[in-house]
């Protein structure tokens, strides 16, 4: 799997917050982020669902940008409350969590996402 860029990121304790770059894998990319967190098919299925594929998880149509432009899902799983924001050109991954795990989320978001310089 090819790893998108994670352009910046601000962490707290108990809340962390990812800015990662819009590309035609980034949905899936999101999606095994979060099942690395312990989400299963079903809980991330939603992110799915402007591809037509809410229910089953799996895309009906092709990715295209402009299907995810301004797109807002939540996702809850035991200890983790997580916001995913689809903007124009970059995502939005918010993380909350029980406990302090900001180097623990920093060490898996890192095997998806690599480090780079935001683009304007």
Not at 15 to 26: P, T
Not at 35 to 54: C, Q, Y
Not at 61 to 77: E, G
Not at 82 to 111: C, H, P, Y
Request: aromatic residues 12%; glycine residues 8%.
């Amino acid at each position: 799997m090819k790893k998108l860029a994670l352009l910046g990121l601000a962490q707290t304790p108990k809340h962390s917050v990812f800015q990662i770059e819009k590309r035609n894998h980034c949905v899936e990319t999101v999606r095994g982020f979060l099942h690395d967190l312990g989400f299963a098919s079903w809980d991330t299925a939603k992110l799915v669902g402007p591809m037509g594929g809410g229910d089953t998880g799996r895309a009906t149509i092709k990715y295209t940008n402009a299907l995810y432009d301004d797109k807002y899902f939540s996702l809850s799983k035991g200890q983790y409350q997580v916001e995913v924001f689809f903007g124009k050109k970059k995502v939005l991954l918010s993380i909350f969590t029980i406990s302090d795990e900001q180097n623990a989320l920093k060490e898996r978001m890192l095997k998806f996402f690599e480090m780079k310089a935001a683009k304007e």
